[in-house]
């Protein structure tokens, strides 16, 4: 596979790492198999070795950055260097296998923008623990967009994959924030298709804990991506204001509290403001 010959590749798989070369290693052992023509963008913060590849490594872009302090950071500059029509998106923290790449790389070729995992809870020990806030967070976020059948699928974890379309519709740079990303894959009416895996995926806590977002970090950007999405709605939800006359609250004056209520001509109010109700008083009391 060399970069050289293909233009534009089939899939381009962005790994962000920190020295974890191990987890890195297996990684690329199992990609090969992923697409017929495929590049890798690995982004660290420092240098790794990839030297044990030999010539191989020629098909693999290595970016380093020292001003990289977490993996979505990684990502959003992965992305811009990245050229294939479908983008997945990994780094060390988790390790599995081949065929579970390929629902992802899938998805997307089957007309998906985005695609994310679902994470369900199967054991009976995970069910009986106390959700993170993070999953709260996730899944009103889904709630909000109508994407209720996505549960805890989100941006903010990996692994996801995404088009070349969605890509260029959000920017690279929106994937340092992705709840914010998330929102405007929904806003702009990208396909956001959710991945379940068939079994657990493995996590590896031999990481760079300095890269990984605190919990308070995450649920600040929901708060922003939730903010945004408000604004993107517009007052009342987005829901028209039926019959009133709020304009006619700026109008000076004593009676435009009345103009709101009773904006009819005031002939047809007996001549004066509240005269129907006076008149039809005035009505009973002959009656009697």
Same mark, same amino acid.
């Given at each position: 596979m060399d970069k050289a010959v293909v233009d534009r590749p089939e899939v381009s798989v962005v790994y962000v790492a920190s020295d974890d070369t191990r987890t890195l290693r297996r990684m690329l052992t199992n990609v090969k198999e992923l697409a017929t023509s495929l590049e890798v963008i690995v982004v660290s913060p420092k240098? +790794? %070795?990839? /030297?044990?590849?030999? %010539?191989? /490594?020629s098909w693999i %872009?290595?970016?380093v950055s020292p001003s990289i302090y977490s993996y979505d950071e990684g990502r959003a500059l992965g992305a811009r260097h990245a050229r294939g029509e479908t983008v997945l998106f990994l780094d060390e923290r988790v390790d599995f296998s081949?065929?579970?790449?390929?629902?992802? +790389? %899938?998805a997307v070729r089957n007309g998906a923008d985005v695609a994310v995992t679902v994470r369900t809870q199967t054991s009976t020990s995970a069910k009986k623990k106390k959700p993170l806030p993070t999953r709260y967070a996730y899944r009103l976020l889904n709630h909000l967009l109508g994407h209720t059948e996505l549960g805890t699928g989100t941006l903010s974890r990996i692994p996801f994959a995404c088009s070349r379309k969605a890509l260029k519709a959000l920017g690279h740079e929106c994937l340092r924030t992705p709840p914010i990303a998330y929102v405007k894959a929904a806003w702009q009416k990208l396909v956001v298709v959710g991945v379940h895996p068939d079994s657990a995926i493995k996590w590896t806590d031999d990481t760079r804990i300095s890269m990984v977002k605190s919990t308070r970090q995450l649920l600040r950007e929901h708060a922003y991506a939730i903010q945004l999405l408000v604004n993107l709605i517009g007052p009342r939800g987005g829901m028209p204001d039926g019959d009133r006359y709020r304009d006619l609250l700026h109008i000076p004056g004593e009676l435009h509290l009345r103009s709101v209520f009773y904006p009819q001509p005031r002939e047809d109010k007996g001549g004066v403001w509240g005269g129907k109700r006076k008149k039809k008083q005035t009505g009973s009391h002959k009656k009697r």
């Open positions: 240098c +790794v %070795d990839t /030297s044990y590849l030999g %010539d191989e /490594s %872009d290595k970016i081949l065929p579970l790449w390929q629902q992802y +790389v %899938d």
